[in-house]
């Protein structure tokens, strides 16, 4: 396990794009920033996921999210000039399309194992915040027999929230048929999951998509050399 239950400080920010990239041209994307992330040291706390959209209903096929704490973000090692240059021009090759690009702070998180590479995220606008996260942690309470030690996480989002959601609540699976048996289980949980949608408050989907882990750069995964998944 990587994570244990916790309240995520509203320090802890993300930046997310979307994208397009040429399917004959993502292992050079990876290749890419396997060059440029993959022996860099960040700032405690900071990292680097990339994942590529699996179910959507939008049409790109990549998403980036460069995470940190607020006070001390990014990389802390530097590079040179000419690396950065690089870098760039090898992005304006291989990337088509840039989609929405959008920025979350982390409200909750728990759990956490290398095992699970695929997430769903259910986007929506919530009326009442604090009541939908009082009603989730009761509801992750109630499944934790089920749930086990996936993550799961409940960001904000703080700039041009997608579809005009203003949340983001994302569960980990191993692939996608476990993630249907894993929904499949909960929803049978009929009294829990009543309980949850009537404390919650009002919540609207905007948008929901499954998207697979295929590159994770940290401090702790560079060490360990688990960067790929």
């Keep these: 396990m990587l994570f244990s239950a916790f309240s995520v400080s509203a320090q802890t920010i993300s930046s997310i794009q979307e994208l397009t990239v040429k399917g004959w041209d993502r292992d050079a994307y990876l290749a890419l920033h ?3 992330y993959g022996k860099v040291t960040f700032k405690e706390g900071s990292g680097v996921v990339i994942e590529r959209i699996r179910m959507s209903d939008g049409s790109q096929n990549m998403r980036l999210r460069n995470y940190g704490v607020m006070n001390d973000w990014g990389v802390a090692s530097e590079r040179g000039a000419f690396e950065e ?3 760039w021009r090898g992005l304006a090759d291989q990337v088509s399309e840039n989609g929405p690009f959008y920025a979350s702070k982390g409200v909750f998180a728990q759990g956490g194992n290398l095992k699970y590479k695929i997430t769903q995220v259910f986007e929506f606008k919530a009326k009442d915040p604090q009541a939908y996260l009082n009603a989730l942690k009761i509801w992750l309470d109630e499944n934790k ?4 030690d996936r993550r799961v996480s409940l960001q904000a989002y703080t700039v041009a929230g997608p579809n005009g959601a203003s949340h983001s609540l994302s569960i980990e699976a191993e692939n996608w048929v476990e993630l249907e048996k ?4 909960l929803m ?3 009294k829990s999951i009543q309980k949850f949608y009537q404390t919650r408050g009002e919540a609207t989907e905007t948008r929901n998509f499954t998207a697979e882990r295929l590159r994770h750069y940290s401090n702790l995964r560079i060490k360990s050399g688990t960067t790929k998944d």
């Design 85 to 87: 240059r690089a870098f």
């Design 145 to 148: 027999d089920i749930i086990l």
């Design 182 to 185: 894993l929904r499949e289980v």
């Design 34 to 36: 396997d060059e440029y």
């Design 188 to 190: 049978s949980n009929t």
